[in-house]
Nanobody, 124 residues
Framework: QVQLQESGPGLVKPSQMLSLTCTVS??????????WSWIRQPPGKGLEWMGA???????YYSPSLKSRTSIWRDTSKNQFSLDLSSVTPEDTAVYYC????????????????WGQGTQVTVSS
């Protein structure tokens, strides 16, 4: 059973960087052909795929967030992380990490394992 757990600050000030880490257990982030994504849900809105890193270290980003987003991994810790720069209150959301398939990385409805989500609020 694969388990994912998000961690990071719950409150970030505007213009600062939001940093989150996802710790994976029960499976390796280097196992073919999975991709490990960050997905968020702002209050009252639907899920938004932000980006992913695949089993072979390739990164994919949503075009709307690409300029502010960086995703990387630490295979020794079986973790992957998200940096979102220059945050505004519009970045307030529940942030999830989840597992999908590398060649269908945008099909979040097909993702099979999700973290419980972590609330991040952007406010001064």
């Amino acid at each position: 059973q694969v388990q994912l757990q998000e961690s990071g600050p719950g409150l970030v000030k505007p213009s600062q960087m939001l940093s989150l880490t996802c710790t994976v257990s029960g499976g390796s982030i280097t196992t073919s052909y999975y991709a490990w994504s960050w997905i968020r849900q702002p209050p009252g809105k639907g899920l938004e795929w932000m980006g992913a890193i695949s089993y072979d270290g390739v990164t994919y980003y949503s075009p709307s967030l690409k300029s502010r987003t960086s995703i990387w991994r630490d295979t020794s810790k079986n973790q992957f992380s998200l940096d979102l720069s220059s945050v505004t209150p519009e970045d307030t959301a529940v942030y999830y990490c989840a597992r999908g398939e590398k060649y269908r990385v945008g099909a979040i409805n097909e993702y099979d394992y999700w973290g419980q989500g972590t609330q991040v609020t952007v406010s001064s």
